[in-house]
């Protein structure tokens, strides 16, 4: 009876534990959600200057500087996108370019493969006709050969260049 007594407790203290566990882990999951939540609402534009209905001394020393951080958050804003534009359109270029270079690579694979299939062609039949004759091939079955490999995707050029600065403070240490 002692024994079964202590499997029951030990049954509720696993139980217990596994709550444990599994809440500990809800709670991370809302913590990261609730702060993504916060950073996004601190993120968000400056819309309205004097949205609060309150009244401003425009000529004001604080409201001056919050209209200058405002034109100055609104630059930079601008700035990034006409940036994240100019790089967007870089890449289509890099990439329309690749395409034709892939494109003309495969087809210099396609004339390779149909030249080892032609050679091969011709090999069977010789080979079938010197079964035929009883004799020994002077020469092996032809090998297709390497065909020209894929060049790699254009990467763009501030993302290798954020990757050599990141060696270069890990490398400082």
Partial sequence: EAYEREDYYKGALYGMQSTAVLQEMYCKI???QLAAQEEKKLARKWEKLVGDGLPRLLTGDE??????DHNNVADAELAARESSQQERDER???MKAWKEEDTKRLERNEVCRQEYKEELRQWEEERAKGKVERRHMTHGKPKLGRLEAALPKPALAHIDEEENESDDSEEEY
Wanted: glycine fraction near 0%.
């Fill in 30 to 32: 809302l913590s990261s």
């Fill in 63 to 68: 409201f001056y500087h919050s209209v200058v």
């Fill in 92 to 94: 289509v270029s890099l």
